[in-house]
């Protein structure tokens, strides 16, 4: 069965800071990965994948994730933070037999000014 | 004009009553789900339809009964409510089944219950 650990509920950097938010993922199959932001009282939005192909993938407002098979892991990360980035975010593994994501706990982003 | 829209966004209600959460997509999509977010933020997936079928039925009390009269409208009913039924419930819509595939959900601007 697919799971996704996302490594600390909360994240605070300044704003320009790197931006690194954690995710493993454990799947018996090559995963499909995802990263999903949540601004406060608003829905799920994508932010970027990883199906096949190139294991660099780039995403909207900047951020990009590496899919590392060897590490099993699916990082988000991002060069310079900016308010605008405070926010809530999600990894996400696509469980395909049963046609359903499968979302980590969440890590909550801060971005101090 | 929203593409998954969730009525009502906020509902508070006593234990014990009935309530339903009604979701409308106009993207075209054949598959809708119903999400519960918990105070923790944790998601779990409830339900899923296929172009009105039901095709994903998670470990969720039977309290709690989906309807869905067409592929555009996914509606929750939740009976005999509790005070653990309080959370967030997300209703979202992709393409396809196979729109999971490629992470292709839609969501809605959830629904916060308060049972007290």
């Known amino acids: 069965a697919q799971s996704v650990t996302q490594l600390g509920s909360h994240v605070s950097v300044s704003e320009g800071a790197l931006v690194l938010l954690r995710c493993n993922y454990s799947s018996s199959v090559p995963p499909y990965l995802f990263w999903y932001v949540q601004y406060p009282n608003q829905g799920l939005q994508l932010l970027l994948k990883?199906?096949?192909?190139?294991?660099l993938v780039k995403g909207i407002n900047g951020f990009e994730a590496e899919f590392k098979k060897s590490e099993t892991s699916f990082h988000l990360t991002k060069p310079s933070a900016h308010m605008s980035d405070a926010a809530e975010y999600f990894c996400?593994?696509?469980?395909?037999?049963?046609?359903?994501?499968?979302f980590g706990q969440g890590t909550e982003l801060s971005v101090k000014p | 004009d929203t593409a998954v829209s969730q009525t009502p966004k906020y509902l508070v209600t006593q234990m014990g009553n009935d309530k339903s959460i009604k979701c409308e997509q106009n993207l075209g999509h054949d598959t809708m789900y119903w999400y519960k977010q918990d105070s923790k933020k944790f998601l779990k997936i409830m339900f899923s339809?296929?172009?009105?079928?039901?095709?994903i039925n998670e470990t969720v009390p039977n309290r709690f009964s989906p309807k869905s009269p067409d592929k555009a409208h996914l509606n929750l009913h939740i009976n005999s409510l509790e005070l653990g039924d309080s959370a967030v419930y997300f209703c979202a819509s992709s393409p396809r089944e196979i729109g999971v595939r490629r992470g292709e959900l839609f969501f809605g601007e959830g629904s916060r219950l308060t049972v007290l």
């Open positions: 339809y296929n172009n009105k079928e039901l095709i």
């Open positions: 990883y199906t096949t192909g190139a294991t």
């Open positions: 996400a593994v696509s469980d395909l037999n049963r046609g359903k994501l499968i």
